[in-house]
């Protein structure tokens, strides 16, 4: 596609439901990465892919946080067991592999756990 | 670990007047550094990258930064500031794949 998707953009949550996160990237970006961006912040870091091989997840911030990319292509982020801390902005991006390219973000998805 | 400073949370700056905003990194080896903006509601926008070569990078919409590997900076200056620049910058630094992203510095451009 032309651009990062992310759905939904806005997710409400009971503390303690599931939820999960859905990223299609831009078609024939290899690398894909996850970012939390808590209010008034910047992102942080939390998963990296490159195709279908999640090559660092050393930002996830607990075992209650899953990503996958099954076919190295669209990306789910799914939380466990949602507590109020994990309201945030979760943003998807994707580039060609290569620290020197650049990332193309999604717009994200805004979860509010109440 | 690499990290990335952004000294001011918000720099406010007269429509027509210089704007700079300031950021400085820690990486080991050779740094390749970025510069994206946030509007309200919608993802980061890539503004501009310095990888090698000119220390004077230029990128979108008028915006340029200079690189200072001795003082470990890459602040971001645009001579001549819009009200439509009001937004949320940060400043970035990847070594190995990973984009390492600074706190944000918010710019309030006054008509």
């Known amino acids: 596609g032309a651009g990062v998707s992310q759905s939904p953009r806005y997710k409400v949550a009971k503390r303690g439901q599931d939820v999960a996160l859905r990223c299609d990237p831009i078609s024939g970006h290899v690398s894909l990465f996850w970012y939390q961006q808590a209010l008034g912040q910047g992102p942080e870091f939390l998963t990296y892919f490159q195709n279908e091989a999640q090559l660092d997840k050393s930002g996830l911030p607990s075992d209650r946080f899953f990503a996958e990319r099954p076919e190295g292509s669209v990306s789910t982020l799914k939380i466990q067991r949602t507590q109020q801390e994990d309201s945030a902005v979760y943003l998807c991006?994707?580039?060609?592999?290569?620290?020197?390219?650049?990332?193309?973000f999604g717009a994200g998805s805004r979860l509010t756990v109440l | 670990a690499q990290s990335v400073a952004q000294p001011e949370d918000q720099v406010n700056v007269a429509e027509g007047n210089p704007l700079t905003v300031k950021c400085t990194y820690s990486v080991s080896g050779n740094p390749y550094l970025f510069w994206y903006v946030q509007y309200p509601n919608r993802g980061l926008q890539f503004l501009l990258k310095y990888i090698t070569g000119d220390n004077l990078v230029k990128g979108s919409y008028g915006f340029e930064a200079e690189f200072n590997k001795s003082q470990t900076s890459f602040h971001l200056k645009k001579p001549s500031a819009l009200v439509s620049d009001s937004a949320l910058y940060f400043c970035a630094v990847t070594g190995a794949n990973k984009l390492t992203f600074g706190g944000g510095t918010r710019v309030l451009v006054k008509p």
């Open positions: 991006a994707s580039s060609f592999p290569g620290g020197a390219n650049v990332l193309t």
